[in-house]
């Protein structure tokens, strides 16, 4: 999972908390709109902090360096194929931009096959980051095969 330039707390909280829970990797790129000790981003992560394997970036170009691998996936409401037109594969990458501007252009023009959109009905201009994030991830768990393990109540 890797967020370009959040400017939301909460939302990267509420994510953190989602990879913190299949564990799954989150990578923050660029600028953040916030501190990582904002009370908004810790309440919204909990005690799980601790779990989440972060890793963080100063650039887009930084960050593929570290992570040449993996077929890179670009959400944006304006892609022509949905999240259930890709086949994901182990190892690939969630791209998500912040929240009032999306993703930047050059990052968008340098991977123009691997755009994707989560479908939503018209006249609704977005999701939430979170849940966004969130509905891609489990869709790229579910296509890759996995399973959580079972755990006590």
Known sequence: ???ITPEIPGNTGAIART???TDTPLDLVGKLGFSLEDKYVRRAGLDYWPRVQLNRH???EDFKTD?????VWLFT???PQTLWDVTFSPGDQLVFGCETK???PE???AYPEQHVRIPITEGVRSLNLANAASIALYEALRQTGWTAPPHDL
């Open 1 to 3: 999972m890797v967020l």
């Open 67 to 71: 992570n040449p691998a993996g077929k």
């Open 102 to 104: 999306g993703l930047p």
């Open 58 to 60: 100063a650039s887009f």
């Open 19 to 21: 990879c913190a829970g």
């Open 107 to 109: 990052i968008l023009e």
């Open 77 to 79: 409401k304006r892609a």
